[in-house]
Every structure is written in C-alpha cells, then in structure tokens.
C-alpha cells in the first residue's frame, strides 16, 4: 500500500521541476531521486520511456509480432546486411531518463545466428553514462555502467561487467567483470581490470556466489529469458529467472569497494551492434560482419526503484510488480544530458575496442 501511495503521488501531471523539488523533499539525504516504477511492453509502435535509435539498416523497431513474447509482441533490434562495427552500426532503445540504484529487468531473446555461426554480434542490456566528468576524482572519466552483454557466436555465455571509470583517449578503465557459461555452470573469470588484458581475480565478496547453477539447454538465442541488474551504492547484482521453477539465479552478487561500484545516474539501455574484435572463448572465428539481417528481440523492460535488499526479498515479484505500476509519466525533461549522438559516439568507441575475449 505504501508503495502504491508513493507512486500515486507523483502525478504524472506534475511539472518536471514540481516533481524534481517534491521528491528532494522527500529523499533529502539521496544525492538522486528515484523515478517511479514502469513497465514498457513494446506493444505500441512509440514508447513514452524510450527512444529508438537505428543506423542505416540496422533498425529498432517495437511492435512486431513474436512467438514466445508473453503479450505476443517484442522490440526487434536488428543489425543489418553489412553494418559497420560497433553500436553506431547497430540499432537500440535509450531512456528518456536516468536511473540511479533499482532494478532494471527485460525478457530478452538475443541475436541468433544459426543462419551465419560466425556472425560477430553482440546483444546488450545495460546503464550507461559518460560525460566525460570526474566526479569520483580517481583521475579519470566517471564512466557509470553495468553491463549484461551477449555474444551470438556462444550464446550460451553470459558477460558482467561493471564500470566506474573509462577515458576514450587511451582505453584505460576500472571494472570488474564475470564471465558465465550457462549452460555448463562454469564461471569463466571474475576479474577487475584497467586495460584489454587479463586482470586481476576477485576474490570474498567480490566472488560471490562461487559457483552457478546449470541451466540445462540454456541458449540466449533461441527462446526468450528474464534477466535482471539490481543496483544500490555497496552492491549490484546480475541474475536471471531460472526458466525450470521461475526461481531468481544469482550470476553475481557482487559487493566490493564503493569505489568500484558505479555511482552515476544512468540510462536504461538495449542494443544489439556487430563487433569485429571480441570474440568469444570457445568461438574466436565469430567476428564476420552479418550476410544479412540478424535481430534480438525484446518481450518488455522494467525498471523498479526498490532497495536491492527489498527487491530480492520479493523472489521473483519485482519484475511483475512493476508491470502493475501505471506507466506513461514522461519524466524525460528531468535531467539534461549531453546529445545522444555524442554519448552513443564515445560508448560505440570503448565498446568496439575491445580485445578478443575481453569484456
Ligand atoms: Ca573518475
Ligand atoms: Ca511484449
């Protein structure tokens, strides 16, 4: 109940700055205000929470009929014939907003290539923000992103990583990043690192859990799945619901300094792009650019303003309970940010830089 008083509160008929100075009101110690629960179903040709961004042939497009999507409609994010490396050759969904701390859940089936085994695409669920500040001081470019990436070429491997920190002039980062083969259950590195190189293993509460779970015929591409990142300032976690008891799998609980774990107010992002570079473990053939079109599809996206404490309590309800939140208040205007060509441009830069095998 309280919830659902919270949210009925922010009117979406309150103007952006009303809401701004309601909410600092109510959270004064939060350095960001929390945005309102929401669901986007992609079953309408817009979206009042995200833009669509497509290059050439590679297209975001949202209400396409789909088998498996549980209202029978997904967003298909395609990469076309030929597309050029990195996300500005792919397509993706953007935020209006920015989100700090929640969780951000989608029902993704990511790009398959059984037409083209040695395509090299990669799919993405992921924050992000850069503009090009220092707020953290390390001396380096705050770089807020948490990533669940995808290779077409072993879709069986999950990637994590986690940035602080990223300067495009030289390629020099801090992250921490697990590598899981699912359908295996073996965890293939957990790392932090500074360059494209190995890095340095993670251990304690920077490792955990130790092991994952098998899921037995695991494959991204070929059928819909449910992942989720829940993030506060001490933790972020990466899980899936496990299609056998539609229990949450942790992939990740990661809980290591503050300092490596991401603090910037952040889009909510979903791409699918060509990489020429990164390669995957089992697979380093899988770097052609595509013959023809090869898509990801998307059933829905949600996010959910919970304390990652809360939201995991709830097992496997924060996802759907953010479905029963009433969409449609458009709180995009809140926080101004640089152009989106110019976010998409550095992002595509430090994606497609990297090395074979190295997330
Ligand atoms: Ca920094
Ligand atoms: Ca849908």
Same mark, same amino acid.
């Given at each position: 109940?309280?919830? /659902?008083?919270?949210?009925?509160?922010?009117?979406?008929?309150?103007?952006?700055? !009303?809401?701004?100075?309601?909410?600092?009101?109510? +959270?004064?110690?939060?350095?960001?205000?929390?945005?309102?629960?929401?669901?986007?179903?992609?079953?309408? %040709?817009?979206?009042?929470?995200?833009?669509?961004?497509?290059?050439?042939?590679?297209?975001?497009? %949202?209400? &396409?009929?789909?088998?498996?999507?549980?209202?029978?409609?997904? !967003?298909?994010?395609?990469?076309?014939?030929?597309?050029?490396? %990195?996300? $500005?050759?792919?397509?993706?969904?953007?935020?209006?907003?920015?989100?700090?701390?929640?969780?951000?859940?989608?029902? *993704?089936? =990511?790009a398959?290539c059984?037409?083209q085994p040695n395509a090299g695409i990669v =799919?993405?669920?992921?924050?992000?923000?850069?503009?090009? #500040?220092?707020?953290?001081?390390?001396?380096?470019?705050?770089?807020?992103?948490?990533?669940?990436?995808?290779l077409c070429g072993e879709p069986?491997v999950?990637?994590?990583?986690?940035?602080?920190?990223?300067?495009?002039?030289?390629?020099?980062?801090?992250?921490?990043?697990?590598?899981?083969?699912?359908?295996?259950? /073996? *965890?293939?590195?957990?790392?932090?690192?500074?360059?494209?190189?190995?890095?340095?293993?993670?251990?304690?509460?920077?490792?955990?859990?130790?092991?994952?779970?098998?899921? $037995?015929?695991?494959?991204?591409?070929?059928?819909?799945?449910?992942?989720? !990142?829940?993030?506060?300032?001490?933790?972020?976690?990466?899980?899936? &619901?496990?299609?056998?008891?539609? #229990?949450?799998?942790?992939?990740?609980?990661?809980?290591?300094?503050?300092?490596?774990?991401?603090?910037?107010?952040?889009?909510?992002?979903?791409?699918?792009?060509h990489t020429n570079t990164w390669t995957p473990p089992d697979n380093p053939a899988a770097n052609q650019a595509p013959?023809?079109?090869?898509? $990801?599809?998307?059933?829905?996206?949600?996010?959910?303003?919970?304390?990652?404490?809360?939201?995991?309590?709830?097992?496997?309800?924060?996802?759907? #309970?953010?479905?029963?939140? /009433?969409?449609?208040?458009?709180?995009? $205007?809140?926080?101004?940010?640089? #152009?989106?060509?110019?976010?998409?441009?550095?992002?595509?830069? +430090?994606?497609?830089?990297?090395?074979p095998s190295?997330?």
């Open positions: 109940m309280v919830a /659902k008083n919270h949210i009925a509160f922010f009117s979406p008929s309150l103007p952006a700055s !009303l809401f701004g100075l309601a909410l600092a009101a109510l +959270h004064p110690q939060s350095a960001q205000a929390q945005l309102p629960a929401f669901r986007e179903d992609w079953n309408a %040709s817009a979206s009042a929470r995200f833009d669509f961004v497509s290059h050439g042939g590679s297209q975001a497009v %949202s209400n &396409i009929p789909a088998a498996g999507a549980e209202d029978g409609k997904a !967003l298909q994010l395609s990469i076309g014939k030929g597309a050029a490396v %990195s996300p $500005a050759g792919g397509s993706e969904v953007e935020s209006k907003s920015l989100f700090q701390y929640g969780t951000l859940t989608a029902r *993704i089936r =990511t398959d059984k037409e =799919t993405g669920f992921f924050t992000y923000f850069n503009d090009g #500040s220092d707020q953290n001081g390390n001396g380096l470019p705050d770089n807020s992103e948490l990533d669940f990436e995808w069986q999950l990637y994590l990583t986690f940035w602080t920190d990223y300067r495009d002039a030289d390629a020099v980062s801090k992250r921490v990043t697990r590598t899981v083969n699912l359908a295996t259950g /073996k *965890i293939l590195d957990t790392e932090y690192r500074e360059g494209w190189g190995a890095g340095t293993k993670l251990t304690g509460a920077e490792n955990d859990p130790t092991t994952v779970a098998t899921v $037995a015929g695991y494959n991204s591409s070929t059928a819909f799945y449910e992942y989720g !990142l829940s993030w506060d300032a001490e933790r972020v976690l990466g899980w899936m &619901i496990n299609p056998k008891d539609s #229990s949450r799998l942790v992939l990740w609980d990661y809980r290591g300094p503050r300092a490596r774990i991401p603090a910037r107010a952040s889009r909510f992002l979903i791409n699918a792009w013959a023809n079109t090869i898509s $990801a599809l998307v059933d829905w996206a949600a996010y959910d303003p919970k304390p990652v404490t809360t939201a995991l309590a709830v097992g496997s309800g924060s996802a759907r #309970s953010a479905s029963s939140a /009433k969409s449609g208040n458009t709180l995009g $205007a809140y926080w101004r940010l640089p #152009s989106r060509d110019a976010r998409i441009d550095a992002r595509g830069r +430090h994606q497609s830089l990297r090395a190295s997330p």
